[in-house]
Structure formats: C-alpha cells, structure tokens
C-alpha cells in the first residue's frame, strides 16, 4: 500500500519560510519522479515543483520560482521542498505526488498539508 505523508507546514509571516517533507512508503522511491501541488481556497490544485527520479532534474512553477528549492533523499525515501521569502499568495494545503517514471500523470497523491502566509 502506497502512502505519502506530508509535514512541514504550518503559519509564518510574511517573507519567513518553511520547509515541506514527504515521506514515501509501499513503492521503489527511486523509481518515481516526485511532485509538489497546492490548492488554495477556491481555486484549482495547481503545480508548485517536480524532481526526476535521481534528483537531476528539477522544474518550477513561475510563481515560486526562485523563491523554492526541490530535493529528494532516495535513501530516506523524502522528498523536500523548501520554500524562501514566502508571501499571503502561497497560502495553500500542500500536496506531495509520485508518478512511475514512465507515466505522464502522477499515481499517488499525500492528503496535504496547509501552509497559512500572513500578511
């Protein structure tokens, strides 16, 4: 049974930053790219980061580009992201999701994590 379980988050202040985990379970991590989603309230869940499976690619969404870092650990099965000079817009439950390597969609997703940005 896959799970990924997501920590890190949190209220901070504007300009602060926090850093997200993900910890993987039930599947060969290394075999996954991994991706980073947010949903804020009202709107669409939207594309935050990604990782490729050996952590040598890396992709943004413009709105935290910059200001985010995507990292994995293959070893502790977690990925991380770490988020920089946050801002109210970034407030969002942040959602970790795995895809097989060979998919174009992702196969699993975590049940978030609510990041609140005050102003």
């Known amino acids: 049974q896959v799970q990924l379980v997501e920590s890190g988050g949190g209220l901070v202040q504007a300009g602060g930053s926090l850093r997200l985990s993900c910890a993987a379970s039930?599947?060969?991590?290394?075999?996954?790219?991994m991706g980073w989603f947010r949903q804020a309230p009202g709107k669409e869940r939207e594309f935050v980061a990604a990782?490729?499976?050996?952590?040598?690619?890396?992709d943004y969404a413009d709105s935290v580009k910059g200001r985010s870092t995507i990292s994995r650990d293959n070893a502790k099965n977690t990925v991380y992201l770490q988020m920089e000079r946050l801002k109210p817009e970034d407030t969002a439950v942040y959602y970790c999701?795995?895809?097989?390597?060979?998919?174009?969609?992702?196969?699993?997703w975590g049940q978030g994590t609510q990041v609140t940005v005050s102003s």
């Open positions: 039930g599947l060969t991590f290394s075999n996954y790219t």
């Open positions: 990782i490729s499976w050996s952590g040598g690619g890396t």
């Open positions: 999701a795995a895809k097989w390597i060979l998919r174009s969609s992702y196969d699993y």
